[in-house]
């Protein structure tokens, strides 16, 4: 399907459907679909194609581990829609609850994905923290726009075919959710029939045409590596092994300087060994009192570990904006000043995650093990993780 017929359909669909609502939000990370979505619709209202709703609002989500260029991209679209008269709102997880203060202050581990705390934590739940505070202030129907494409992964078309027969979803022209259980607004995404190829052609070729609009989309198609879909949404993401976001990013003219950021995900990783974790003792019981099944896991991160590591973060941020204020070149943050305060206060106040006191023994301890026969081995605990 060319371009043209994409945007001809998005069209459609949001004749189709949005038009009932009173007021849009479009739900924006900054990626390649939201993005799309954003500036396709908003062209469309203003070449006059599309009706204006009552109240149209871009919530950003800015989890404050986006790869630099992708931000300064988002940021400058962000500009843009001000100036269009359109409100802009820049969400932000609670202190407390951002990415390296929850993992270095209160000891919660590197997100793995067995335990992936990290989209819920710093994007999920904020944005719908945002979206019911701004609920407060409307009058009428609101629909949350979003970014959702089809062919993104298998799992995900599962979920958009499942739906569809179910609490009142409708697909064909677009895919709208209704009386989801728990919603705040009805969810609409009406660029789900886009391939991958044709959010390219749109960002690289005419979303940046006056005649369209004149959209800053070129920066951000450049932080993906061109047409490779390599964008994880954080700096070296801990989820994956190997992350071609950044890579691809420092192989961009002016970002270089950001090469020492392929430190974190080594430091992820040695974060996550016994020698710098807590582990529970074992005997913890159901209310039943039948045994868990996951009997001495390994916890929290030890306060030598978090102070460690937070001074490895910082130095790594030192070290991107040393080479960035030589070469004339934007700086970044990783962890800010209030952040790091907040970290050693935690750190200081001896906290732990729930469930957690600190008393449990370190996770590279000895450990009496008991064979078949009744023998009593001593054995090391992180040489019962590796093997």
């Given at each position: 399907?060319?371009?043209?017929?994409c945007v001809?359909r998005t069209?459609?669909n949001?004749r189709a459907?949005?038009?009932?609502?009173d007021?849009?939000?479009f739900a924006?990370?900054g990626?390649?679909d939201?993005?799309?979505?954003v500036?396709?619709?908003?062209?469309?209202?203003?070449?006059g194609?599309?009706p204006?709703?009552?109240?149209i609002?871009?919530?950003?989500?800015d989890?404050?581990?986006?790869?630099p260029?992708?931000?300064?991209s988002?940021r400058a679209?962000?500009?843009r829609?001000?100036?269009m008269?359109?409100?802009?709102m820049?969400v932000?997880?609670?202190?407390?609850?951002r990415?390296?203060?929850?993992?270095l202050?209160?000891?919660?581990?590197p997100p793995?994905n067995?335990f992936r705390w990290?989209?819920?934590?710093?994007?999920?739940?904020p944005?719908?923290?945002?979206?019911?505070r701004h609920?407060?202030g409307?009058?009428g129907?609101?629909?949350?726009?979003t970014g959702?494409?089809?062919g993104e992964?298998a799992a995900?078309d599962?979920?958009?075919?499942?739906s569809?027969s179910?609490n009142?979803?409708?697909?064909?022209?677009?895919?709208?959710?209704?009386?989801i259980p728990?919603a705040?607004?009805?969810t609409?995404a009406?660029?789900?029939?886009?391939?991958?190829c044709?959010?390219?052609?749109w960002l690289t070729?005419?979303?940046?045409w006056s005649?369209?609009?004149a959209?800053?989309?070129?920066?951000?198609a450049e932080?993906?590596g061109?047409e490779?879909d390599m964008?994880t949404g954080?700096?070296e993401?801990?989820?994956?092994?190997h992350?071609?976001?950044?890579g691809?990013?420092?192989?961009m003219q002016?970002?270089?300087?950001?090469s020492p950021?392929?430190?974190?995900?080594?430091?992820y990783r040695?974060l996550?060994k016994?020698q710098?974790?807590?582990?529970?003792?074992g005997?913890?019981t159901?209310k039943d009192g039948?045994l868990?099944?996951?009997?001495?896991?390994?916890?929290?991160?030890t306060f030598?570990?978090r102070?460690w590591?937070?001074n490895?973060?910082?130095?790594i941020?030192a070290?991107v904006n040393?080479a960035?204020?030589?070469?004339g070149?934007e700086?970044?943050v990783l962890?800010?000043a209030?952040?790091?305060?907040r970290?050693r206060e935690?750190?200081a106040l001896e906290?732990?995650?729930n469930?957690?006191t600190?008393?449990e023994?370190n996770?590279?301890v000895?450990?009496?093990?008991?064979?078949?026969?009744?023998?009593?081995q001593?054995?090391?605990?992180?040489?019962?993780?590796?093997?």
């Amino acid at each position: 399907m060319p371009v043209g017929e994409c945007v001809e359909r998005t069209l459609m669909n949001m004749r189709a459907h949005a038009l009932a609502y009173d007021h849009w939000i479009f739900a924006f990370s900054g990626g390649k679909d939201s993005t799309t979505a954003v500036t396709v619709i908003v062209t469309l209202i203003e070449l006059g194609h599309l009706p204006r709703s009552k109240s149209i609002t871009v919530m950003y989500a800015d989890t404050r581990m986006e790869l630099p260029p992708l931000q300064a991209s988002a940021r400058a679209i962000m500009d843009r829609l001000r100036a269009m008269g359109i409100t802009v709102m820049e969400v932000v997880a609670p202190m407390d609850e951002r990415f390296f203060v929850y993992m270095l202050g209160r000891g919660v581990p590197p997100p793995s994905n067995t335990f992936r705390w990290c989209t819920p934590q710093i994007k999920v739940e904020p944005m719908t923290a945002a979206i019911e505070r701004h609920m407060a202030g409307l009058d009428g129907r609101a629909l949350t726009i979003t970014g959702v494409r089809r062919g993104e992964s298998a799992a995900r078309d599962q979920r958009i075919s499942l739906s569809c027969s179910k609490n009142g979803a409708e697909c064909g022209q677009g895919w709208l959710q209704t009386d989801i259980p728990g919603a705040l607004t009805d969810t609409f995404a009406p660029i789900d029939h886009w391939s991958l190829c044709m959010v390219w052609d749109w960002l690289t070729v005419f979303a940046p045409w006056s005649q369209f609009g004149a959209w800053p989309t070129g920066l951000l198609a450049e932080g993906y590596g061109g047409e490779e879909d390599m964008r994880t949404g954080c700096v070296e993401c801990a989820l994956v092994e190997h992350d071609g976001a950044l890579g691809a990013v420092m192989r961009m003219q002016g970002w270089d300087h950001l090469s020492p950021l392929t430190e974190l995900k080594r430091l992820y990783r040695e974060l996550r060994k016994p020698q710098h974790r807590k582990r529970q003792p074992g005997g913890q019981t159901r209310k039943d009192g039948s045994l868990q099944s996951n009997q001495q896991r390994m916890g929290p991160l030890t306060f030598e570990a978090r102070l460690w590591a937070l001074n490895r973060v910082l130095g790594i941020q030192a070290q991107v904006n040393e080479a960035a204020a030589l070469l004339g070149r934007e700086g970044m943050v990783l962890i800010d000043a209030d952040e790091e305060a907040r970290i050693r206060e935690l750190i200081a106040l001896e906290t732990w995650p729930n469930g957690w006191t600190g008393s449990e023994p370190n996770a590279d301890v000895w450990l009496d093990t008991m064979h078949n026969d009744g023998s009593v081995q001593p054995i090391l605990f992180r040489d019962l993780v590796g093997s």
